[in-house]
C-alpha cells in the first residue's frame, strides 16, 4: 500500500548532470528520513544521501559537494541533483524513505525499483 518510484535516469556524459525524483504514494501519514543508495555491478549498495524530515542533511564523502539531496514533503517526494558526474557514479540508484503509515504506527522502511544512471562520453 506504500509505493516508491524513482525517475530521472539515464545517460549522461562525464561532468553532466541528472536530477533523480522519488515520490512515494499509498497509505501515507508521515515520511521520515529519505534517502538515496546506489550499487553498481559487483558492488554492495552504500549509502549516497539521506534527509530528515526536518531537512537535516548527510552525504558519502564520494559525493559530498557534487550531489544535492531535498525534498517536497507535500509532494512525498525526494530528489537527488547529481552535479559534476564522474565516472565512478554509474549505478542503479534506490530510493528509500522511513513511512509511518498512521499517526500512531511505527515507520517501516520502503525500497523503490531503482533507476539507472549511467555516465560514459
Known amino acids: 500500500q506504500v509505493q516508491l518510484v524513482e525517475s530521472g535516469g539515464g545517460l549522461v556524459q562525464p561532468g553532466g548532470s541528472l536530477r533523480l525524483s522519488c515520490a512515494g504514494s499509498g497509505r501515507i501519514y508521515r515520511i521520515y528520513t529519505m534517502g538515496w543508495h546506489r550499487q553498481a555491478p559487483g558492488k554492495q549498495r552504500e549509502l549516497v544521501a539521506t534527509?530528515?524530515?526536518?531537512?537535516?542533511?548527510n552525504y558519502a564523502d564520494s559525493v559530498k559537494g557534487r550531489f544535492t539531496i531535498s525534498r517536497d514533503n507535500a509532494k512525498n517526494t525526494v530528489y537527488l541533483q547529481m552535479d559534476s558526474l564522474k565516472p565512478e557514479d554509474p549505478a542503479v540508484y534506490y530510493c528509500n524513505a522511513a513511512v509511518g503509515i498512521t499517526y500512531s504506527s511505527s515507520t517501516s522502511d520502503y525500497w523503490g525499483q531503482g533507476t539507472q544512471v549511467t555516465v560514459s562520453s
Open positions: 534527509i530528515t524530515s526536518r531537512g537535516s542533511t
